[in-house]
Nanobody, 126 residues
Framework: QVQLVESGGGSVQAGGSLRLSCAAS????????MGWFRQAPGKEREFVAA????????YYADSVKGRFTISGDNAKNTLYLQMNSLKPEDTAVYYC???????????????????WGQGTQVTVSS
């Protein structure tokens, strides 16, 4: 049974930084890709960032480009999201996701991922 556990959420003032972590366990091999999504109250879940490990290709939503950085250690099944220059509109529950099937679905689509974490709350105050 795959488990994804997020950590690092919290409350911060606008302009501040947070670093989210996600640890994957339960499979003998590493996921092909991992990503971060977020969901604000009353809104649909939206893509934030993703990485496909084979070539280290990263993907970002336009709203976070230049402010957020996705990274990780594929061998350790660990994913990070460094979030700088946070804005109140970044407030959401952030979810980690993993793809263990090497899907051809675009990395920005929730359908590309087989497993999801429980989420960690990020609150940015103005």
């Amino acid at each position: 049974q795959v488990q994804l556990v997020e950590s690092g959420g919290g409350s911060v003032q606008a302009g501040g930084s947070l670093r989210l972590s996600c640890a994957a366990s339960g499979r003998a091999f590493s996921p092909y890709a991992m990503g971060w999504f977020r969901q604000a109250p009353g809104k649909e879940r939206e893509f934030v960032a993703a990485v496909r490990w084979r070539f280290g290709t990263t993907y970002y939503a336009d709203s976070v480009k230049g402010r957020f950085t996705i990274s990780g250690d594929n061998a350790k099944n660990t994913l990070y999201l460094q979030m700088n220059s946070l804005k109140p509109e970044d407030t959401a529950v952030y979810y980690c996701a993993a793809d263990y099937t090497a899907t051809s679905i675009p990395a920005g689509s929730p359908g590309a991922y087989d497993y999801w974490g429980q989420g960690t709350q990020v609150t940015v105050s103005s």
